[in-house]
């Protein structure tokens, strides 16, 4: 079974991509804490889809701290120099806002304390 829960704090702002109509992408990075003596934090890349990747890059900024449900993913490219690179990275089913909600736009109403839509 491949499912995965973490809880950290965006280390980026969400970065949201249009790939078709009706069909968009937001990635970040999530800092999750260790838990051993020398303390640091795991970097991990996060992806979510459709209208869970508006909320997020709506409502998410650099510091908020999630909660993220969802699976493991690897990919495998070659760069331009022709070397074989693989990653793996978080495809959220569920994003939670554990954060106060900001107000993004100066006079702006508070927003509720969001829950992104599952994929």
Known sequence: M????LVG?????????ELAEERKLASFLLAVDRESADGGADFVRVTCWNRQAEICAE???RGDQVAIDGRLRSRSWQDPDGKRR?????????????????HKEAGAAPAKNKEAVPA
């Open 2 to 5: 491949n499912c995965v829960t």
């Open 59 to 61: 409502y998410l900024a």
């Open 9 to 17: 704090n965006l280390a980026s702002d969400v970065e949201l991509k």
């Open 86 to 102: 693989n990653a793996i990275e978080v495809v959220a089913s569920r994003v939670q806002f554990l954060s106060k909600p900001r």
